[in-house]
């Protein structure tokens, strides 16, 4: 019993370790930008400035984050695509946003439920619109990604059978020109390539070519583009129905957050990776492990220093044009995200952000909101280190069960009662005041909740396994 124990401590801790603590760090940062946003607004204080920096980038940002984490647990399309799993991968994110999303409305709008169902359905934004848009979403991602990888797998495979008949004609031509000792030789070579290709057709392609890689992105783009294109014209049209224009705007957010996360890092990375010495260790760099770069880099500079120590010059030429690139990397990627924050402050200062009223305001919205969103992204995955990094990343591991909470408590110390005006000092401490009040309530309200499973369903969509059960009970056995 001792020894199951330890195990399933393992295992935890293992799971901890597998989380990506940046990512988290980012969505509790964007959670709290939430809740600071909803005590200004749903108070009447809101403003052209503070809560238009907010509007600007609290729910793109949590868009990114979404298609990001996709990017990175999609693998590479080596075996044909499985309808079945990805039916069954959606049922699950169905459940996880579609459950709390009826669940709320019920319970807020109870006894008149069906009247507040056609309301929502017309106009998401006065509910828990963001899951229902994440929802669509994810939807349109999946269907893209599917007939993406579908394309990619179609044109491997026809590769690889391309490749085995140039093969069997070889064979057969020479065949008939060489002797017998050499024909027994090439025939062995057949037997070998044949062998080569029935694995392949079992198992997949070996290796994912450019070629591959590239129609995959094509063909994800432009299904990507015909469905937004359909959700711009119902937005233009004055069809209201599922809010086309919630997904008009977070939509370019979540596939260009996926793109970077499956298709850009990777390739950067790859090559990163072949800059190092042949007699360095050389790192493989995981689609699903993204941080590795930055293991990689520190690696690669301990070396260099321990290079340095020794009275040898062929370490310090070596390993100094390495680090330097290094270091000129990092300056550039600084001033890069720099330069987007000015750009960000700029036009929040100049335009509004939260009206949208022609095209060319959504565009400019847009615009800052891309800034606003790399220089969150990025801010706060690279500078945020240490105890603030990890209370980050705890709160982001609940972002689902705080959104659907707090924003209940925000009119708690009734501030729009109180005749109170933007940047004045009062204003401010009563705005603190309410976040501290507002954060209580919802942390003590999700541990009532997430104390039994049902509810933990209900309001979050959270589905606790069997197997968690059973961990959770041998846990606690002595």
């Known amino acids: 019993m001792k020894s199951m124990t330890g195990n399933v401590k393992v295992n935890a801790e293992f799971t901890k370790l597998n989380r990506d ?14 809740m600071l946003g909803h005590c200004i607004v749903l108070n009447g204080l809101a403003d052209p400035y503070l809560y238009d920096a907010i509007a600007a980038v609290q729910m793109p940002l949590f868009m990114a984050v979404s298609g990001y984490l996709a990017g990175q647990k999609h693998g590479e399309p080596e075996q044909k695509p499985d309808l079945k799993r990805s039916a069954k991968t959606f049922g699950k994110r169905s459940v996880a946003y579609l459950v709390p999303f009826f669940t709320w409305m019920i319970i807020v709008s109870f006894p008149h439920c069906l009247k507040e169902l056609k309301t929502e359905l017309f106009h998401l934004d006065y509910g828990l619109w963001f899951l229902a848009t994440l929802w669509i979403i994810t939807l349109v991602h999946m269907i893209a990604s599917y007939l993406a990888d579908y394309s990619a ?54 290796k994912v070519g450019r070629k591959e890689k ?20 119902q937005a233009r049209s004055g069809n209201t129905f599922l809010s086309p224009s919630l997904t008009v705007r977070y939509l370019p957010f979540y596939v260009v957050a996926y793109l970077v996360a499956y298709d850009v890092l990777p390739y950067l990375q790859k090559r990163k990776t072949h800059g190092l010495d042949d007699g360095q260790e050389q790192y493989t760099i995981g689609q699903n492990k993204v941080d590795e770069l930055d293991k990689i880099k520190q690696t690669t500079m301990n070396e260099y220093v321990e290079k340095c120590d020794d009275t040898s010059m062929k370490g310090r030429a070596d390993g100094a ?68 990094q990890r209370a980050f990343a705890y709160i982001g591991q609940y972002t689902l069960e705080i959104y659907v909470l707090h924003f209940r408590f925000a009119r708690i110390l009734g501030l729009s009662e109180k005749n109170l005006s933007p940047f004045h000092a009062d204003t401010i401490l009563w705005i603190l005041a309410t976040f501290v009040l507002m954060s209580i309530l919802t942390a003590v309200f999700i541990s009532a909740l997430k104390q039994l499973w049902i509810t933990d369903f209900l309001c979050f969509g959270k589905i606790r396994s069997r197997r968690k059960k059973q961990t959770s009970q041998e846990a606690e056995i002595p």
Request: glycine letters at 6%.
């Open 153 to 206: 797998y179609t044109v491997s495979m026809h590769g690889a059978v391309v490749s085995q008949s140039a093969v069997e004609n070889e064979t057969d031509t020479m065949h008939d020109v060489v002797d017998g000792q050499h024909t027994i030789e090439n025939e062995s070579k057949t037997i070998g390539s044949q062998d080569e290709m029935e694995k392949r057709d079992c198992h997949g392609p070996n």
């Open 321 to 388: 044009p390495k680090i330097k690139s290094i270091r000129n990397n990092h300056i550039v990627s600084n001033i890069f995200c720099m330069l987007c924050t000015l750009i960000f402050i700029y036009l929040v200062c100049a335009y509004d952000m939260v009206v949208v009223t022609d095209t060319t305001s959504l565009i400019i919205q847009m615009t800052a909101s891309f800034l606003g969103v790399f220089a969150c992204f990025y801010g706060v995955a690279h500078f945020c280190k240490g105890w603030l």
């Open 214 to 233: 590239t129609i995959r992105f094509l063909v994800y783009c432009l299904v990507i583009f015909i469905c937004y294109s359909g959700f711009f014209l």
């Open 21 to 34: 603590i940046s990512l988290d760090a980012v969505k509790g940062f964007a959670i709290l930008l939430v």
